[in-house]
C-alpha cells in the first residue's frame, strides 16, 4: 500500500531564512506527486505538482519542489520564507495516471516563522 | 478560479441526530468529489469518492450507512452524517476534481462537527 511520510512535524524558521519540508512515499510506481498548505480557515491550496518531465518543479508563492526517484522523495523548498507562509504542509501522492484520484496524505508539517 | 465551497463551516449537534454537509464546485464542473476526514493534528483520510449520477465509493473501513453521499449534480455533492455520536467529530473537507482537467483536486475549507 502507498504511504507518505514528513518526518518534521514542526519546523520554525526565521523570516528571510531558507526553507525545507521533507517528504518520502512508498509506490509501487512513480505516483503523481503533490504538495498542499493549510492555512486556518482555509481549504488546503494547490503549492505545486509532480507527474513526469523535469524533476525541479516550480510552484506558486516562490516555492519549489525537486522529485528524486533514487531516494522516493519530493522534497519542497523556498529560498526566503515570509512572515505569511506559517502554515501546515502536507505532501500527497496518487495513482500514476496523471490524473488526481484517491490521494494519500502525509501528517504534515507545521511551519512557524518568526520574526 | 477554482474555488469549492462547503457548508455549514461548523456544526454542533446532538448525539442520535443526522448532519447534513454540503459541497459546491463555485465556477466549474466536478464530476468526481471526494470527501475525506481530518482528526486534530492528523492527516487527512479518504473516505469516499463521490461520482455524479452515480454511487458512491466507500474507502475500506467507512460505514456507507453512516455517512451517506450523494451527487446529484456537477456542481453539489453532500455528505450526510447519520445518526451521529460524539466519535463521528472530525473535520470533514471535500474536494473536486475540475471535469475539463482531472489532473488536480480543489479542496473546500472544511465543516467542523462536533457531536454533544
Redesign the interface.
Known amino acids: 500500500a502507498q504511504s507518505v511520510t514528513q518526518p518534521d512535524i514542526h519546523i520554525t524558521v526565521s523570516e528571510g531564512a531558507s526553507l525545507e519540508l521533507r517528504c518520502n512515499y512508498s509506490y509501487g510506481a512513480t505516483p ?1 506527486l503533490f504538495w ?1 498548505v493549510q492555512s486556518p ?6 503549492l505545486l ?1 509532480y ?1 513526469s518531465g523535469d524533476t525541479l518543479v516550480q510552484g506558486i508563492k516562490g516555492f519549489e519542489a525537486e522529485f528524486k526517484r533514487s531516494q522516493s522523495s519530493f522534497n519542497l523548498r523556498k529560498p526566503s520564507v515570509h512572515w505569511s507562509d506559517a502554515a501546515e504542509y ?1 505532501c500527497a501522492v496518487g495513482p500514476p495516471t ?11 508539517t507545521r511551519l512557524q516563522v518568526t520574526l | 478560479g477554482a474555488v469549492v465551497s462547503q457548508h455549514p463551516s461548523w456544526v454542533i449537534c446532538k448525539s442520535g441526530t443526522s448532519v447534513k454537509i454540503e459541497c459546491r464546485s463555485l465556477d466549474f464542473q466536478a464530476t468526481t468529489m471526494f470527501w475525506y476526514r481530518q482528526f486534530p493534528k492528523q492527516s487527512l483520510m479518504l473516505m469516499a469518492t463521490s461520482n455524479e449520477g452515480s454511487k458512491a465509493t466507500y474507502e475500506q473501513g467507512v460505514e456507507k450507512d453512516k455517512f451517506l453521499i450523494n451527487h446529484a449534480s456537477l456542481t453539489l455533492s453532500t455528505l450526510t452524517v447519520t445518526s451521529a455520536h460524539p466519535e463521528d467529530s472530525s473535520f470533514y473537507i471535500c474536494s473536486a476534481r475540475d471535469s475539463g482537467r482531472a489532473d488536480t483536486q480543489y479542496f473546500g475549507p472544511g465543516t467542523r462537527l462536533t457531536v454533544l
Do not use: P
Open positions: 503523481y498542499y480557515g482555509q481549504g488546503l491550496q494547490l505538482k507527474f502536507f496523471g490524473t488526481a484520484s484517491k490521494l494519500t496524505f502525509g501528517t504534515g
